[in-house]
Each structure stands twice: as C-alpha cells, then as structure tokens.
C-alpha cells in the first residue's frame, strides 16, 4: 500500500476499493440505460474540497499529466481556428490535409467565424458542447470565446484548451492536451477533474488519481493543509470519500 512522498496521507487501498466500487455500480446500472446516457456519464471525477477560497484564481485550467490518457485516437476532439482577415493562419482546408497527413486525433476544424454565425442559440451550443469530448483553440482567439459558447461548456468542464498554431508541432501539442486531466482553480471552494473512463482498466484509474491528486496538491495554497476532502465519482453516482481532514476544534482554555 505505498504512496508517493507527495501523497502521506493517502492509502491505495483506500482508492482502488473506491474505483471498484464505481465500476460495479457502472456495470449494474448499464444495463437500463440508454446508450446515449452511458456516453454522457462514463467518466470518473476527483472532487477536490478546499478549506478556502483560493485568492488568485484564473479561467483557464492547469493541466496535469496522467500516466493513462482519458481520451485516445478514438475520442471525438474539436479545433477552433482563428479565420479572421487580419490573422495570418493557415486556410482550414490546409490544416484538415495537416492532421489527416500526420494522423492528428482531430476530428473537427471549426472556424472562428463559423462559431460566431452558426452556434448563436443555446441549443446549438449545447448540442456542440456534447459532440466532442475535447475542445482546442487557437491561443490567438481564445479571449474571444467566454462570449461565443456559453455557459455549458463551463458547466461541463469542456472549455478549449490553447494550441499554438504558429508552431509545426501541432501534434505533439494535441497528444499532451490528451494526456492531461484538467484543473480549475476559480471563485469557489470545489473543483471536479476528470480521470478516467469507466472502460479503462481498474489499476490505470486508480495511477491516474494518483497524478491527478500529486499534480492538484502543488497547486493548492498551502498544498495538503489547503485541503478539506477528496472525494471519486461517477456522474450519476454518490461520492465516495477517499481523504477527509478531521474539523478543526477550537480548545477552550478554563482557568
């Protein structure tokens, strides 16, 4: 049951009996949902609780490394070009010959100006948001996106992450997105995470919990001391606690 020096207060046991437990109920239930559902709700989540709200907080979320991707070849992955007149990006059809060339795990190139035009209704950001499992965008027109997709992409954790189109690694740069869980540090005490699939392998969940939670640690104020509970999940599933901080008792000195 040994742990990274990083994670002290942490048993493996303690995840894997967790992991398992969300696989079994996973498998229980699969049988009367529909294949739609089970496509929205085949992640497994890391709840972080913090014991504060953080100070300094950003939009964008940082990125840990995971030993086993959430999402491969496989995986339905959007990229959001800047086609404006000013900018000087390659043409669309250019690129789409790129990541067909290079085998690029790249499913959609969406021009900028086609989001502004064509995803204007809630509806039609909504049915975006659940197409793809993965949003890109070129860095140049990120700060245009808070007000082109809406609230559900933040309420799905789905916002794009930044890729630089100016540099010719573009794949390398769309395999690392793949391979990171994402981490939001915003106004609030709870943070959720993606970390695995309900798909994968028992073992491959419970190292990427254990990234994920090492990763998230070295970028909490006060690292372990600004946690409160850690808990794994599945969308529709209770939360099952695998770290939680006694309460804080405050000592009444008679005398």
């Not at 049988?31 to 609780?49: A, D, P, R, T």
Request: aromatic share 6%; charged share 25%.
């Amino acid at each position: 049951d040994a742990v990274p020096p990083c994670l002290p207060w942490l048993k493996t046991s303690t995840i894997a009996s967790a992991v398992d437990a969300l696989l079994k109920y996973k498998a229980k239930s699969s049988s009367k949902e529909s294949f739609q559902l089970l496509h929205e709700e085949e992640y497994i989540y890391l709840n972080v609780s913090l014991k504060k709200i953080p100070t300094e907080t950003r939009s964008n979320p940082w990125r840990i490394p995971l030993s086993n991707p959430i999402w491969g070849a496989e995986s339905q992955v959007c990229l959001i070009i800047d086609d404006r007149p000013q900018t000087p990006t390659p043409p669309s059809d250019h690129l789409k010959k790129l990541i067909k060339s290079q085998n690029i795990p790249v499913s959609k190139v969406l021009k900028i100006s086609k989001l502004k035009s064509d995803f204007k209704p809630y509806e039609s950001r909504r049915k975006l948001c659940g197409s793809y499992d993965l949003f890109l965008v070129d860095r140049r027109v990120i700060h245009l996106l808070p007000k082109l997709i809406g609230k559900e992409f933040f309420k799905k954790k789905k916002l794009p992450l930044a890729v630089d189109l100016s540099k010719k690694c573009l794949k390398s740069q769309v395999n690392k997105a793949l391979g990171n869980a994402l981490f939001y540090l915003r106004t609030g005490t709870c943070s959720v995470m993606k970390i695995g699939k309900v798909d994968m392998e028992k073992e491959d969940i419970v190292q990427n919990v254990m990234d994920a939670i090492a990763g998230a640690v070295q970028l909490i104020p006060k690292k372990w001391e600004g946690i409160r509970s850690l808990h794994l999940k599945c969308s529709d599933s209770v939360a099952l606690p695998i770290y939680q901080t006694l309460p804080e008792m405050k000592l009444k000195i008679q005398g």
